[in-house]
């Protein structure tokens, strides 16, 4: 197959839906992790297909959903400030702080403007050499060869005025502790294919030996998911654990080795909070002592801060496959794309955003 519309053919998909309930003999529970997939999951109605034994479970791969609430309320307290210009992907602007958040701090006068990548931010600071312009850097692996990008070039130019308010997680650590957590139910991962792209599928192959878990690394479109479902199907059914490629039109063993070259020459590895979740040992980026004069932590002495989520968002549990969005009870009553009480409802990555778009009238009958 090499063209988008046969990786959306439904006499395909039907064709993979019915070799997985040939292929399955047990009940298995397997998660996808990342956003993009849970959305192809639920608006192709995906889970429908398969047998009533297979269950999915959703995983921590929204970035917007794990930026710690306290990093929103840094962005917030910055944009307020009259001296900077904050800069952020769209996403970001609805995503619930304790208080507010960007696009409220953006109605009361604050100068938020929104990018498609931080290159632009480096241009907005070159054109605005009296201002403060910081960049909102979240993502997993697959926006943090960019965002290094934008570190690397400012500190190139000895750019002043720009800095980086640094959020980044990364996937393998967050499968390992969803595996050495006592409610772990995972059978099987569909790993995410645009990090996989970055980090190439070696990344993954210590969680497979350690665990002997099943690990597919998956697409997006809907034949890809039906397409790593049987593969971790097969891969179960007989007892083994394998880590394993669907995804091989975009991700190679290696990765982008010059993508890698430039995340590691800026950011290190360190502990890093998830929102709802907790602090996962070595599951985060920081940036490297080199490029402290572009971390808006210390350019502005933001300190650590600690705050609590909603007691209502069951957003954590969510998060970890525990529970779907529709056990919440505050699911499309109190909590709902235009008034979220946590940030799943609200990224266009977050189960909850993609429960309410294509099944909140189902749960409703
Ligand atoms: S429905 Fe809203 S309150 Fe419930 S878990 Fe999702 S984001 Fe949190």
Redesign the pocket.
């Known amino acids: 197959m090499k063209y988008l519309d046969e990786y959306r053919d439904h006499r395909i998909a039907r064709v993979l839906a019915a070799e997985i309930v040939q292929s399955t003999t047990r009940p298995w529970v397997l998660m996808e992790i990342c956003g993009g997939q849970t959305h192809t999951i639920m608006r192709y109605g995906i889970d429908e297909l398969l047998p009533r034994g297979i269950e999915i479970v959703h995983g921590p791969g929204c970035p917007v959903c794990v930026t710690p609430l306290e990093t929103v309320d840094k962005a917030i307290a910055l944009a307020l400030r009259s001296d900077v210009i904050l800069v952020s992907y769209g996403d970001m602007l609805r995503v619930p702080g304790s208080h507010s958040d960007l696009f409220r701090a953006k109605a009361q006068g604050a100068d938020v403007r929104i990018a498609y990548s931080p290159t632009e931010a480096v241009k907005i600071a070159r054109s605005n050499p009296d201002r403060k312009v910081v960049f909102l850097a979240i993502g997993f692996e697959t926006t943090a060869p960019a965002n290094a990008m934008a570190a690397w070039q400012a500190r190139r130019e000895g750019l002043p005025n720009f800095s980086l308010l640094v959020s980044h997680v990364l996937v393998p650590p967050a499968i390992r502790a969803l595996m050495v957590s006592g409610n772990n139910r995972v059978q099987g991962f569909i790993a995410p294919g645009h990090v996989c792209t970055v980090v190439g599928c070696k990344e993954y192959e210590d969680l497979v030996r350690d665990f002997r878990v099943p690990i597919v690394v998956g697409g997006f479109e809907p034949v890809d998911i039906l397409e790593a479902v049987l593969m971790l199907v097969r891969q179960l059914e007989a007892g083994e654990a394998k880590l394993e490629n669907q995804y091989v039109r975009s991700v190679s063993y290696q990765g982008n080795i010059s993508a890698q070259q430039i995340m590691a020459e800026v950011f290190e590895v360190a502990d890093q909070k998830w929102r709802g979740i907790g602090l996962i040992p070595q599951s985060g980026l920081r940036l490297r002592d080199e490029y402290a004069a572009y971390d808006a932590n210390l350019v502005f002495d933001l300190g650590e801060i600690t705050v609590d989520e909603?007691a209502?968002?069951?957003?954590a549990?969510?998060l970890q496959g525990l529970?779907k969005?529709t056990d919440?009870?505050?699911?499309?009553m109190?909590?709902t794309p235009e008034n979220?009480?946590?940030?799943?409802?609200?990224s266009t990555e977050?189960?909850?955003a993609a429960?309410?778009h294509y099944r909140r009238h189902a749960v409703a009958k």
């Open positions: 909603p209502e968002c069951i957003s549990q969510v529970k969005p919440c009870p505050a699911f499309g109190r909590c979220p009480l946590g940030a799943p409802m609200v977050g189960a909850c429960y309410y």
